[in-house]
């Protein structure tokens, strides 16, 4: 069993307007089932789990991460990453630090090569007075919109536009501000009468983007008035129902085509679009670009 090291990550005090973080890596990956090498990073990592379930063994306690939880990853700490389910496991990593004091040019920059340590490389964590930091509790359950910028971000690095640079930084502050804020969000969530409907009705959403989910049908399946069902959306969602819906099938297109052979016609019916040219406009609208071109840019990616 391995010693549980208090040195790292290393942290340092601050307030949150010295933050300025740097992208290094953010992909989707898929890994088979297994254990993988154990191991230890320069720079730190959120590791999210789009589909399957995964665990993580890290000082002294194995973390299960289930598809739409992901687990933060300190740097200078040792773990080592499982695939559990018995079929693939689909994530989504980014690699980070918070104060772009790192210069990453391979994976040897991001990944310690135990045989010739570098510890002034190490990333520090930020301390903020009052505030307890991501390493405390590895593992979250980020709400849709902040699981949306974290795509948003892949996209960005991947496709490398003018400026890309900016955005991801300015996307990895959104994202760590949902990650700290969410305790405060799994309170209020729980302290809703209605707050585990609502929770289930969700995952409805996300099980059948296609269906005829409108303000009215989510507000009698809630057995609430329409602007009550709105509020509780925008409180746990973070957005009101229609544009969670629209949220939930972009995301869903997004995946049929990278991930399938379907026409582009199809991919708009399968996900609750039956006019292709709205299905395109609004995929337009979403992405910059149109669903073609998108399934273009993603083959060669």
Known sequence: MEKLDSN????????????????????????????????????????????????????????????GQLIFLPSGVYHQNEVVSSSDTRFLGIHFDFFDELDIQTESDMVVNEASVQPHKFSLEPCIEGVAPLSDHPVYTPPLVC?????????????????????????MLQILTHLLRSPLSRT??????????????MEQIEAAPSSNWTNRTIAENMNLSIDHTAKLFKQIA????????????????????????????????????SDIHYFSRIFRRHEGISPREYRKLSKIL
């Open 8 to 67: 790292y990550p290393g942290i340092r005090m601050t307030k949150f307007r010295e933050w300025s973080p740097s992208v290094h890596y953010a992909q989707f990956q898929r890994m088979p089932t297994g254990v993988l090498p154990r191991r230890r990073l320069y720079d730190f990592e959120l590791l999210y789990v789009c589909q399957g379930e995964a665990a993580t063994t890290m000082q002294g306690q194995r973390y299960t991460i289930e598809a």
């Open 147 to 171: 699981v949306q910028l974290m795509e948003q971000l892949v996209h960005e690095f991947t496709m490398r536009p003018l400026g890309y640079e900016l955005v991801c930084k300015a996307l």
């Open 188 to 201: 209020s969530g729980q302290a809703s009468l209605h707050g585990g409907k609502l929770a289930e009705l």
């Open 238 to 273: 973070g957005m009101p129902p229609s544009e969670y819906v629209q949220s939930i099938r972009h995301r869903e297109a997004r995946r049929l085509l990278r991930e399938s052979d379907q026409s582009i016609e199809n991919v708009g019916s399968l996900v609750g679009y």
